[in-house]
């Protein structure tokens, strides 16, 4: 089908969406019949996620893997793989999750659910919230990452964003003293302070 009459369809079901040029670079053909006018050829980013490869007769050779032949005489296979690569998924989700902070994990795919915050490790009122929020959320399946470094609130909020989990949880003096927790969504960025109560069950509902 000419470039033509693809662009002057109203809807292009799959197999027509396959049909249209697509190429790397270095297998660019403009001669190609398919291939649209270079004033209507876009160049965009991709990763390359999946892939395929042409063995062609290497191991069935060394394996003496035969198949018969048109005519029932024995002949090598001819071989090939495809797989998706699981550590190029994880780029390809940062390329399409992210801001200028650090990532933004999906829920679905992030290493953990929750941040969890400790504002100010060695205080006795905010390591015991955070341990018992801790423990009642891994109690209810909830995944969480617990930073109880002795660090600025700067940098650990700093590192959380960077690390991009879904929720984060923040227990700081202020707000122990007054019974509420902040909890983040890190992909909206919107925040809410809430009892310990509501957050943890904001959380595992």
């Given at each position: 089908m000419a470039y033509d009459e693809l662009a002057a369809k109203d809807e292009i079901d799959l197999e027509t969406l396959s049909k249209l040029y697509a190429v790397t670079d270095e297998k660019h053909d403009p001669n190609a019949p398919n291939c649209p006018p270079a004033d209507r050829l876009k160049e965009a980013r991709g990763i390359e996620v999946g892939h395929i490869f042409y063995l062609g007769t290497k191991y069935s050779k060394a394996m003496n893997a035969v198949v018969a032949g048109p005519g029932g005489?024995?002949?090598?296979a001819e071989m090939g793989c495809y797989g998706i690569g699981v550590s190029r998924l994880m780029g390809a989700i940062i390329e399409a999750y992210h801001?200028?902070?650090?990532?933004?994990?999906?829920?679905?795919?992030?290493?953990?659910?929750?941040?969890?915050?400790?504002?100010?490790?060695?205080?006795?009122?905010?390591?015991?919230?955070?341990?018992?929020?801790?423990?009642?959320l891994s109690e209810e399946g909830v995944e969480v990452l617990y930073d109880d470094r002795d660090e600025r609130a700067g940098v650990k909020f700093a590192d959380m964003d960077l690390i991009?989990?879904?929720?984060?949880?923040?227990?700081?003096?202020?707000g122990v003293a007054a019974g509420v927790v902040e909890l983040k969504n890190r992909h909206t960025g919107d925040k809410a302070e809430l009892s310990v109560e509501a957050a943890l069950a904001r959380l595992t509902a």
């Open positions: 005489e024995p002949v090598l801001d200028d902070r650090g990532i933004k994990w999906p829920e679905t795919v992030a290493p953990f659910k929750v941040g969890l915050v400790n504002l100010k490790s060695g205080d006795a009122a905010c390591d015991k919230v955070c341990e018992d929020m801790y423990r009642t991009g989990l879904p929720w984060q949880l923040v227990a700081g003096p202020k």
